[in-house]
């Protein structure tokens, strides 16, 4: 299970990406999920492939990096107060103002292609998402993802 170590960060208010990043990688790491090139490798990797997408007018950030900085395959969930923008996955001239974000650390590869599809599955899904968006706990984000398919 990818949440098993409760990394949420519920209704933060990073001033930017570079912030939020730092933050995550942060919950990431004293978890020992990763190791310290991960933000490197992450922040890095958005410049060059972004990650931001939008469904139904919410916006999604699903940053990611190589399995070389991972330790232990770990999903690390933010939802934010104010959007932060990204570049569009699709487009890297769009903005997007993302207001939920799933940091991937996977292990392996094809642990990465998975999750991307279940979480795609996921933020089609209105109700779902709207929900997404007022979480304040572990326990919330985990029975909604539990009852998602996700995990």
């Given at each position: 299970?990818?949440f ?11 001033v930017?990406?570079?912030e ?32 931001g997408?939008e ?25 934010l ?15 997007i ?17 998975e999750?991307?599809?279940n979480?795609?599955t996921l933020?089609?899904d209105?109700?779902k ?8 706990t ?12 996700v995990?």
């Amino acid at each position: 299970m990818f949440f098993d170590q409760e990394l949420g960060l519920f209704q933060i208010s990073p001033v930017s990406q570079t912030e939020l990043f730092e933050e995550m990688f942060q919950k990431l790491y004293q978890a020992g999920c990763v190791k310290e090139s991960y933000l490197e490798g992450i922040t890095s990797r958005e410049a060059e492939y972004p990650t931001g997408l939008e469904f139904n007018g919410v916006g999604f950030a699903i940053p990611h990096t190589d399995s070389a900085h991972v330790n232990k395959s770990q999903i690390c969930f933010a939802s934010l107060q104010e959007p932060v923008v990204f570049q569009d996955m699709t487009d890297k001239s769009r903005e997007i103002e993302v207001k939920l974000v799933f940091m991937l650390a996977m292990a392996s590869p094809h642990e990465q292609v998975e999750t991307l599809q279940n979480l795609m599955t996921l933020f089609t899904d209105e109700d779902k998402v709207q929900q997404l968006q007022k979480l304040t706990t572990q326990a919330e984000l985990m029975t909604l993802l539990n009852a998602s398919g996700v995990q």
